[in-house]
T-cell receptor, first 116, second 112 residues
């Protein structure tokens, strides 16, 4: 079974530039999550999708971050304009329909962003 | 406030030795507790998931325990190997919430 796919693995940009990350969840997983993990910290939820609808985006900095999940499969997370404090690993995860809290959560390898 | 605290922050042990990592939480009402292993530069991988009624769960050389009364969990690693060097993250789910609550992790280094 293929896992959660993310790209790019690494990205270096200058502040005020824009960047986009892509995630393809495990086939059949209706729930998709984007997490931000700053070095030395645990992951922080940015946004949760159920199919193509947003369940929770309370911690997403909406002035600069946006995410979409068209057709309820792949998802894109965009940052525009980037700030130095956005340097982090962006993890995508997926789970079976609504089971992220009670069942298994599968993470991708992450996309490491460095903002200079 | 729902929180998950892990200790120690970091740990260095010799290959072949055992170690125990701790997790204390204040999440209520409790649903389940998981331990994840995160290798450097990789995404977290689930080791165990325990619900309220489970006291212990094993996954190979990893054994997790849960005391729901004292809101404590531990992860015991037996006969450590170099490949056990990683960050171990404790994650708690609340019945009332919509998001998982992550600890900051314990960084384990196993040396030869």
């Amino acid at each position: 079974e293929a896992g959660v796919a993310q790209s790019p693995r690494y990205k270096i940009i200058e502040k005020r530039q824009s960047v986009a990350f892509w995630c393809n969840p495990i086939s059949g997983h209706a729930t998709l999550y984007w997490y931000q993990q700053i070095l030395g910290q645990g992951p922080k939820l940015l946004i949760q999708f159920q199919n193509n609808g947003v369940v929770d985006d309370s911690q997403l900095p909406k002035d600069r971050f946006s995410a979409e999940r068209l057709k309820g499969v792949d998802s894109t997370l965009k940052i525009q304009p980037a700030k130095l404090e956005d340097s982090a690993v962006y993890l995508c995860a997926s789970s079976l329909n609504g089971q992220g809290l009670t069942g298994e959560l599968f993470f991708g390898e992450g996309s490491r962003l460095t903002v200079l | 406030k729902n929180q998950v605290e892990q200790s120690p922050q970091s740990l260095i042990i010799l290959e072949g030795k055992n170690c125990t990592l701790q997790c204390n939480y204040t999440v209520s009402p409790f649903s389940n507790l998981r331990w994840y292993k995160q290798d450097t530069g990789r995404g977290p991988v689930s080791l165990t998931i325990m619900t309220f009624s489970e006291n212990t769960k094993s996954n190979g050389r990893y054994t997790a325990t849960l005391d729901a009364d004292t809101k404590q969990s531990s992860l015991h690693i037996t006969a450590s190997q170099l490949s056990d060097s990683a960050s171990y993250i404790c994650v708690v789910s609340s019945q009332a919430g919509t998001a998982l609550i992550f600890g900051k992790g314990t960084t384990l280094s196993v040396s030869s």
